[in-house]
């Protein structure tokens, strides 16, 4: 089995992100949102794992925290944390679009009867 390392890290800060909110700043919404949204990213790095074309709750999950924290990053200016976890989350979406892309051009073409 191989493991899918980036999609690892990125649920590891997305995780150690939260925590750090919440134990410098003595915020509790970034310490839960961070807890979840990294569980459910080391799931679905956990699926990525286990088969690749298996991407779709770690797109979903980098799609809403690129729009929520880009506009937090729009609103702020702050690059850190929301300008970074922004671009990271950006990044990871690219990474699953363009491996949806890929999926569809190799799809079988449907039949015809």
Same mark, same amino acid.
């Given at each position: 089995? $191989?493991?899918?390392?980036?999609?690892?890290?990125?649920? !590891?800060?997305?995780?150690?992100?939260?925590?750090? &909110?919440?134990?410098?700043?003595?915020?509790?919404? +970034? &310490?839960?949102?961070?807890?979840?949204?990294?569980?459910? !990213?080391?799931?679905?790095?956990?699926? $990525?794992?286990?088969?690749?074309?298996?991407?779709?709750? +770690?797109?979903?999950?980098?799609?809403?925290?690129?729009?929520?924290?880009? +506009?937090?990053?729009?609103? +702020?200016?702050?690059?850190?944390?929301?300008?970074?976890?922004?671009?990271?989350?950006?990044?990871?979406?690219?990474?699953?679009?363009?491996?949806?892309?890929?999926?569809? /051009? $190799?799809?079988?073409?449907?039949? /015809?009867?």
């Amino acid at each position: 089995m $191989t493991y899918d390392f980036v999609a690892i890290a990125y649920s !590891l800060a997305v995780t150690a992100g939260g925590v750090l &909110g919440y134990v410098k700043k003595g915020s509790l919404m +970034s &310490g839960m949102a961070g807890v979840v949204c990294g569980g459910l !990213l080391g799931f679905g790095a956990y699926q $990525t794992s286990q088969n690749p074309n298996n991407y779709y709750l +770690s797109l979903g999950v980098a799609g809403v925290m690129t729009g929520v924290m880009g +506009s937090r990053f729009l609103n +702020s200016g702050k690059i850190m944390p929301a300008g970074l976890v922004a671009v990271l989350s950006l990044a990871m979406v690219v990474r699953y679009g363009l491996r949806w892309a890929n999926a569809a /051009k $190799t799809a079988p073409p449907l039949r /015809k009867d």
